[in-house]
């Protein structure tokens, strides 16, 4: 009842006067029956925006973080995500984390829309990361299609960190249902699940335009945070700081392998992140000197996209070794 009144009487009208946000695909949406609203994770806000303008009710898998708040904050924090359809998602793992998937799993059985973000944290930089594959574990235990959201601009409405929202408009696409009913009955294969969380995740990509890294955004945030605090402790102690591990952690994951959207294969194609095949080494044809050209090798996986494989050695680097010169006669 309050998450209605909110939606449409008092917050909605709202928001979308000032937001001004704008949709395609909403026909992709199911009328009625349960389904799975995996999206890219921007900002904040995505988690509010997004169930606005989808006409049904849409249940979110929330971090627990936002449930257990301290202090007026805290408290006014839970209130909100209480009251807007979202549940507490405990990602430490291990039996926690599987609890928290059950309950994903009571509401899909119920006929309802659960919210998900695959990453499952906000992306630090704006591009997308590698996807986790609960994702997927709870799509194939519920047997239920999959609709990719890609959240355009929500990272410019309110950026991590910020927490009053800047007034520009944003953009919501919902892509066309996926479905994963080949896999039924394969939910604890770790193979099926990465296939099928990489097929989701390039969907995403696709709708999003965003800049594919072969990493977890909670592993790139880690490193940064561990950089934050060199820096902090090398200003304290008057000399330059240093990462950890001696590298500079954002390079580390500019370096990540990335894929771009216009490149890439299309949807259906099962192969694997970020994986890399050693080329062929090109060879001599005995007797005749001449090269065979060497076969550049595709690189394929078990994850579900495709990149591209390393290139080939040049051909004219092999050069044949001639024979060993016969030893000179022995001067008299």
């Known amino acids: 009842m309050i998450y209605w009144v909110l939606k449409k009487i008092f917050l909605g009208p ?26 890219n994770h921007l900002s904040f806000s995505d988690s509010i925006f997004m169930p606005l303008m989808v006409p049904r009710p849409v249940v979110f898998l929330a971090k627990s973080d936002y449930f257990t708040g301290r202090g007026l904050k805290g408290r006014l924090t839970a209130a909100f995500f209480k009251l807007t359809n979202q549940l507490p998602m405990d990602r430490s793992g291990g039996k ?15 006929g309802g829309l659960l919210g998900i973000y695959p ?8 591009r997308l990361y590698r996807g986790k594959v609960g994702v997927a574990k709870l799509v194939l235990t519920a047997n239920v299609p999959v609709i990719p959201v890609a959240m355009i601009g929500t990272d410019r409405v309110q950026p991590i960190g910020k927490r009053i929202p800047n007034i520009r408009r944003l953009g919501i696409i919902f892509g066309e249902p996926l479905d994963f009913s080949r896999y039924q009955g394969l939910q604890d ?23 594919y890294v072969d990493s977890y955004a909670s592993t790139v945030k880690e490193k940064i945070a561990a950089e934050k605090a060199g820096k902090a402790a090398g200003a304290k102690a008057g000399k330059a700081p240093e990462s950890p591990d001696g590298s500079d952690a954002a390079k580390k994951a500019a370096d990540a392998v990335r894929v771009d959207p216009t490149t890439a294969v299309p949807p259906g194609t099962v192969t694997v992140i970020g994986a890399k095949v050693e080329p062929k080494r090109p060879c001599l044809e005995p007797g005749d000197g001449t090269e065979e050209d060497g076969a550049v090798a595709d690189a394929t996986a078990s994850d579900g ?4 494989g390393p290139a080939a050695d040049d051909p004219a680097e092999v050069k044949a070794v001639p024979d060993e ?4 006669a022995a001067q008299p």
């Open 325 to 328: 010169a016969p030893p000179e």
């Open 14 to 39: 709202v928001l979308k006067i000032l937001f001004r946000p704008w949709t395609k695909g909403l026909d992709n949406l199911p009328a009625d029956g349960p389904a799975v609203l995996a999206s």
């Open 189 to 211: 294969d770790r193979f099926v699940q990465r296939s099928v969380t990489d097929e989701i995740m390039y969907e995403l990509m696709r709708l999003s335009g965003q800049e």
């Open 96 to 110: 926690a984390s599987a609890n928290s998937l059950q309950t994903g799993v009571e509401v899909l059985n119920g």
């Open 305 to 308: 996209m495709a990149l591209d």
């Open 119 to 126: 990453e499952g944290t906000r992306s630090p930089d704006g």
